[in-house]
């Protein structure tokens, strides 16, 4: 049973998932925090950073949701339902996209999923702060605009910056800041 909620969450999940996995990630605590509640919210956070991290999609941290859940079978079915059902529907939507290519209603449809698609990413970005940031005083925020600061002004690579505010946040919990 446990195995077919872990599937059916994430098989919703990337249905909803339009604009990429960060559009969903409000919905993804909610379900995986709050209703099953299958981990807590700074493991959410701590998952949520590692896949950033770690090379490949960051989505991939589905996986390990679902092995915290069920082990290696949740992590397999969490991974097949997040990425399996959206992918079909990618597919269909192209050949469809192709298909009515003089129609009028597709520039209103990629005029009206740009916007959306924004406001999406930006409560997964909500989402995100609240599970990580509060609760631990004005540091995280400040790493935070340091490093829009830094990718606003300079290009460099991510990995970087996520080392960088690592570091910074062990040192202020060795010096008992945090």
């Known amino acids: 049973m446990l195995l077919l909620q872990v599937f059916g969450v994430f098989s919703m999940l990337s249905l909803l998932a339009i604009g990429g996995g960060a559009a969903v990630l409000p919905e993804m605590k909610a379900w995986t925090v709050g209703a099953a509640p299958w981990i807590s919210a700074e493991q959410f956070g701590q998952i949520y950073s590692l896949g950033q991290l ?3 999609p960051n989505m991939l941290m589905v996986g390990v949701i679902g092995y915290h859940v069920a082990s290696w079978a949740g992590a397999a079915l969490a991974l097949l339902g997040f ?5 079909l529907l990618a597919f269909a939507a192209g050949h469809a996209w192709d298909r009515f290519a003089a129609n009028p209603w597709r520039e209103a449809i990629a ?4 916007p959306m698609t924004i406001g999406l990413i930006l409560a997964g970005a909500v989402s995100i702060e609240r599970a990580v940031m509060q609760g631990h005083g004005p540091l995280p925020y400040a790493i935070a605009a340091a490093v829009v600061a830094i990718l606003a002004t300079v290009r460099v690579n991510p990995f970087f910056l996520i080392a960088g505010g690592g570091i910074a946040t062990w040192l202020a919990r060795q010096a008992g800041i945090l």
């Open 54 to 56: 770690a090379p490949g």
């Open 83 to 87: 990425f399996v059902p959206s992918g």
């Open 111 to 114: 005029r009206g999923l740009g």
